[in-house]
């Protein structure tokens, strides 16, 4: 008996099974329902494992036969963004295979798509074309109008007018809140508060003159380049020739200023023959000394007559402000301690720069007209006596054109009627109680300010310490103790000892109700706890207002 070998064993099938299984695959498996074109096309399995090729058609042989045959399975994929047409052969080829329902589908959906995307593509780049193009031209005439502005304040600026973006920075933008509000935001008492402005440029003026005097005491030339860069520093802002100026105009004498050169810089960007603007400090010739010093005495009372002349130049428009209010009011220099309530201090105008000396021009003929200029020398008498007049008799239509161009002047603003039903008395009376007050505001003493701030602080203070001669029930108290209680019951800090000069000022004005006794070394308070409470607060508010009234 021969040996059997393996590749027997398996190349038997049992076809009873197999017909079996494919009679019972469609009950557990439902077939999908792109294929059925293929399995109705394909043979009847024999024994094989190997899936029958479907085949060929014949009118797609015929014409390809030198081409080499498509795959045998090709799957249909759609871009999204373009649909083949029904023409091209990448869309013959991928629906060749497919069945006739999902083409129709394809077919639909494709025709129905490619209507709506065309223009809904065409029609974003053009909206966003047309509004990028808008804000492009909106931008270059914006330029346009900025340029030209620029060339206009550079024309002006070289013809020494001030240009429009400075009239515009002074004017038109608002200061700062820090600035706006810098007097009331002072510590202290209130007095005779400089504005931020004014504050600033006395900065400046001790930074220039510490600079100065270090650069004057070492015999070295001090020009603006070295000055500059050292204010600078110190005070980490610009400082420019204008600043220079307004320190002139409030200190005249304090320095003398040239225009020098051939001063040694030990820069690239100067040339020693250029000129330069030296300073050079105004000192009182001392006896016994050949060179005079900027000592620190010096500094200290050239910064004082500084700050005495800021306060002058705001006395000024303070006086000018006075004299605009109705009724006008006239208060002496002498006794003025503080500005009028309705005076804004930071709204002071700033001060004009002086003139500063500048480099002497050199005489160079650059253009034409200097030529012509020049050559205007050498014209006879006769001719330069018709050319004047021919400049007379062209200047008379146009002196005529700007006299008749002349606007009438307006009428003076009649002044605001008087509200209805007031009295015209009423009001003067108002408004005079109203100036004396101010008046009495402005030429108040610093004590007489806190004296004033205590006797506000009386009627309170009363009835607290009422309350703790009640609660301790005791007729005396010494000082130290009703004082330690009066200030653990006050609404606002304060220290013991600024109490206990409240609770004298109290018995200074009310011995009856309130009175001190020495015994030894101890000061006891006694209180008359029968006395009215009401009546007594009622009389120290008639001396609050009376104070304030002096």
Same mark, same amino acid.
């Given at each position: ?61 015929? %014409? ?227 060179? %005079? ?114 606007? %009438? ?142």
């Amino acid at each position: 008996m021969a040996q059997r070998r393996l590749t027997d064993f398996f190349a038997r099938r049992r076809p009873g099974l197999r017909a079996a299984s494919t009679r019972a695959k469609p009950t557990w498996r439902t077939p999908s329902p792109a294929k059925p074109a293929l399995r109705a096309r394909a043979p009847p399995s024999s024994g094989s494992r190997k899936r029958a090729r479907p085949p060929a058609e014949p009118a797609c042989d015929e %014409p390809s036969r030198d081409k080499p045959a498509p795959p045998a399975r090709r799957r249909l994929r759609l871009q999204a963004d373009a649909v083949p047409g029904p023409g091209s052969p990448a869309a013959s080829d991928s629906l060749e295979y497919s069945s006739p329902s999902k083409k129709t589908k394809k077919a639909t959906l494709s025709a129905g798509q490619l209507p709506r995307r065309a223009p809904q593509e065409d029609k974003v780049p053009t909206k966003v074309t047309f509004s990028e193009l808008k804000s492009c031209l909106q931008r270059a005439r914006e330029l346009g109008a900025r340029v030209q502005e620029l060339r206009a304040s550079a024309q002006r600026n070289d013809d020494g007018e001030p240009s429009v973006l400075e009239a515009k920075g002074s004017c038109g933008e608002k200061a700062p809140a820090y600035q706006r509000f810098h007097a009331l935001a002072q510590p202290g008492p209130p007095g005779l508060v400089l504005p931020y402005k004014y504050q600033v440029l006395a900065e400046m003026f001790r930074s220039m003159d510490t600079i100065v005097g270090m650069l004057y005491n070492r015999s070295e030339t001090v020009t603006f380049a070295k000055v500059k860069q050292g204010v600078q520093d110190m005070m980490r802002k610009r400082f420019e020739e204008r600043n220079v100026g307004q320190i002139k105009t409030v200190y005249p004498t304090s320095y003398r200023f040239r225009q020098e050169r051939n001063v040694p810089t030990f820069r690239d960007d100067v040339k020693r023959s250029d000129y330069q603007l030296t300073i050079e400090p105004l000192l009182d010739q001392e006896v016994g000394n050949m060179g %005079p010093q900027l000592t620190a005495s010096h500094l200290l009372q050239r910064r004082q007559v500084f700050s005495q002349n800021l306060v002058e130049r705001v006395r000024e428009h303070h006086r000018v402000f006075l004299a605009s209010l109705n009724p006008p009011m006239v208060v002496p220099e002498d006794r003025l301690t503080r500005w009028h309530p309705r005076f804004n201090v930071d709204e002071v105008p700033d001060i004009e720069p002086a003139e500063l000396p500048q480099p002497p021009t050199t005489e160079k003929l650059a253009t034409a007209q200097d030529v012509l200029a020049r050559a205007r020398s050498l014209i006879s008498p006769k001719m330069e006596k018709a050319l004047s007049d021919l400049a007379l008799r062209t200047a008379e239509p146009s002196s005529l054109g700007s006299s008749s161009s002349v606007l %009438p002047a307006t009428p003076p603003a009649t002044p605001p009627a008087p509200l209805k039903g007031v009295s015209q008395d009423l009001l003067e009376r108002i408004r005079a109680k109203e100036v004396q007050k101010q008046l009495a505001q402005m030429t108040r003493r610093p004590e007489q300010e806190q004296r004033l701030q205590r006797l506000e602080r009386l009627p309170e203070l009363a009835r607290v310490l009422r309350s703790i001669f009640v609660s301790e029930r005791k007729p005396a108290l010494t000082m130290e103790v009703a004082c330690a209680r009066m200030v653990g019951s006050y609404r606002t800090a304060m220290s013991p000892e600024e109490m206990e000069k409240h609770v004298q000022l109290l018995s200074e004005l009310l011995p009856d109700w309130l009175s001190l006794h020495r015994i030894r070394t101890d000061t006891y308070v006694k209180l008359d706890k029968a006395a009215d409470l009401a009546g007594v607060t009622a009389q120290l508010a008639r001396l609050a207002r009376a104070e304030e009234v002096l």
